[in-house]
């Protein structure tokens, strides 16, 4: 009876050393973003005169449409003025890091972005680097990875929102 009892307690060990290691290292995921549920609106750029470009400069291999999510999100929130300005702008969204990753019993979400905003004659009108993290408890498994990325991909686009509408000077004829 002492046996069995030895034994399994080795056998409970063993899968508790093993369970250990395993939720010790790394797991990252690669999440499509939903759109952010409060209405976020560019006061001050007209969706008639602004193009959207978004592109993906990560170097991993991922399988989510952050650059798609992005894209809808700043079109959507473009002004449906047409009166606002007679200029023509550009605004590109470079994705540089975009994922959730499991370290330590814990998801973190990781977002970062370069931002630019030129008019149609090349002219700077202002650059951002936005740069989102967070972290959460490992409740739920996969459904808390979900939660972290679609909590630092909204902290972003309410900050870059805000910078938008905020911080630009922008030409108006």
Known sequence: MQNKIKKYISTLSAFFLISCIITGCASVRYITPQAVKNELTLNNLSANKTKVIVTDYRLSTYTDDVCGSIQKQLTQALS????????????????????????HNEWHGEIKLKVILKNANDKLLGSWDIYETTKRANLWGYATAKQVSQEVYEKAMSYLISVLNNEVKLDVY
């Open 80 to 103: 449906q003025d047409a009166a606002l300005s007679d200029v023509i702008y550009i605004l590109t969204v470079d994705v540089i890091e975009y994922k959730s990753f499991f370290t």
